[in-house]
């Protein structure tokens, strides 16, 4: 390793390390800087389900009537904080100028090509001896409902999933129970998508930075950067705590953090933080034999190797880390049915939050930076980074090293929203 790497890669969550990974097996030399992960990545505490089935983007028509109706319940999984802030009222026009069912007809095919390759690579990658206790599982993902609604809704996805060629099969309340053994309260059915999986993120890291520092990655942990260094209109390393530290090329995947170190360099690109909390239990009665998505409540359960973790909630509150109890209580509450006897005594300091990168169209940035030379991006993607982050590092290793992507990049541009 020497003291000018041929790659830095800003933000050591999946995405930066994913992107670490598929750089030094090309034989790149890569450092990942990060100010601290287990503060701040989202990362960790997330439900960690690889979900091809997620082919909607979350600007989808209807989204916006159904986003007002859930703004007037303290307790619903959406919230947005008021306030007179340009970048977040400039995001939410993009975000509903892509609310139609033209930008979803688009983004299927896109989402679900990412989305599969990335899962062969969770194959790949989790073959490996690093990878042997994260806990990754194949056995797919069931969508749950109980209302009538949600049942329509999830009916939907199914066809809109089977349209674009994916695995998916309605279940009736006896074939979630024959699937999942321990089912939420309630439960009437629901749709089995086949392709999706799941992993221990926080396991799932671990296994990368040890495969990384096996090929020669250097990981400078705790050191903030401010800002990137650019001359000439090419970056050539970036300032933390004061030094600076040399790069030929530099990678930015510092999550919903990304804009501000761009806008050091004066590119901006469309990025909200979209707060999102989970609560795993350690000690269950019950463990679901695989991941459940409860749509009535919006709430995720995955089973661990060290419990269920359950987790929700969509708000859009800017960089605030303070815990709504509303909205928590929904996440508690299905915690309730898979611990009974401690039901209602989940205190909130068990709760963990994270921010989701979330970009306007539902797409990732993934690519070249506009106007800077050797700068580039790898964030936005929301609700998906653990699902997306091989696939974006093998492409963002492609594009670095001159070799032709495996897909048209054309709708992950930086600069698509300039
Ligand atoms: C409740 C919840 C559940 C989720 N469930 C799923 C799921 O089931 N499946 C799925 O695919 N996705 C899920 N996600 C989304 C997923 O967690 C994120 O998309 C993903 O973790 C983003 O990864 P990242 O590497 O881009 O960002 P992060 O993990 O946030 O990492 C960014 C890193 O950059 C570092 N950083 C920031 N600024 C600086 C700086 N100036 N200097 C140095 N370092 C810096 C931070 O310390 C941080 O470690 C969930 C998210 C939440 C909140």
């Known amino acids: ?7 830095l890669i800003i933000g050591g969550g ?58 007037t319940r303290p ?28 930008h979803v007809q688009r983004s299927v095919p896109i989402l679900r090509d990412l989305s599969l390759e990335s899962r062969a690579l969770f194959d790949r990658i989790c073959g490996a001896g690093h990878y042997a206790d994260a806990g990754y599982c194949t056995d797919g993902l069931i969508m749950v409902h109980r209302s009538q609604k949600c049942a329509r809704d999830n009916e939907y996805l199914a066809e809109t999933a089977a349209a674009a060629g994916l695995d998916a099969e309605s279940l009736d309340a006896a074939g979630v129970e024959a699937l999942a053994g321990a ?11 086949r392709q999706d999986a799941h992993i221990d993120p926080e396991r799932f890291l671990g296994g990368l930075r040890g495969e990384c520092e096996e090929l020669g990655v250097r990981f400078i942990d705790g050191a903030n950067v401010e800002k990137l260094s650019i001359h000439d209109g090419r970056v050539d390393g970036v300032i933390a705590d004061g030094e600076r530290l040399a790069a030929d090329a530099v990678t930015v995947a510092a999550g919903a953090w990304t804009p501000e170190i761009l806008r050091t360099a004066g590119v901006d690109i469309p990025l909200q933080p979209a707060k999102g909390y989970s609560v795993t239990l350690g000690d269950c009665d ?11 409540d919006k709430v995720t359960i995955t089973p661990l190797p060290d419990g269920v973790r359950f987790g929700g909630t969509l708000e859009l509150a800017g960089f605030d ?12 509450a299905a915690a309730d049915d898979y611990r009974p006897e401690t039901s209602g005594t989940t205190s909130m300091d068990e ?52 070799e032709a992507p495996s897909l048209d990049m054309s709708p992950f541009e930086p600069g698509r929203f300039s």
Request: hydrophobic share 45%.
């Open 183 to 193: 089912v939420p309260t309630g439960v009437r059915g629901g749709v089995l998508f």
């Open 1 to 7: 390793m020497s003291d000018r790497p041929d790659l």
């Open 75 to 102: 307790d619903s999984p959406f919230f947005i904080k008021p306030r007179a802030d340009r970048r977040l009222a400039r995001w939410l026009w993009l975000f509903k100028r892509h609310c139609t069912a033209d």
């Open 321 to 332: 880390a303070s815990r709504s109890e509303h909205r928590i209580r929904a996440i508690l």
């Open 351 to 402: 709760v963990w939050s994270g921010f989701r990168p979330a970009s306007p169209d539902g797409l990732p940035f993934i690519g070249p930076a506009p106007g800077v030379e050797n700068l580039y991006v790898a964030t936005g993607h929301g609700m998906m980074g653990v699902t997306l982050g091989p696939i974006t590092g093998r492409l963002l290793a492609d594009l670095i090293t001159g």
């Open 286 to 296: 019950r463990t679901p034999g695989v991941p459940m998505i409860v749509t009535d």
């Open 14 to 71: 999946v995405i930066g390390r994913c992107t670490a990974l598929f750089a030094a097996h090309r034989g790149l030399d890569v450092a990942v800087v990060d100010r601290g992960v287990h503060e701040e990545s989202a990362s960790t505490g997330n439900a960690g389900m690889i979900v091809p089935s997620h082919i909607v983007p979350l600007a989808a028509p209807g989204v916006i009537a159904q986003g007002m109706k859930w703004l």
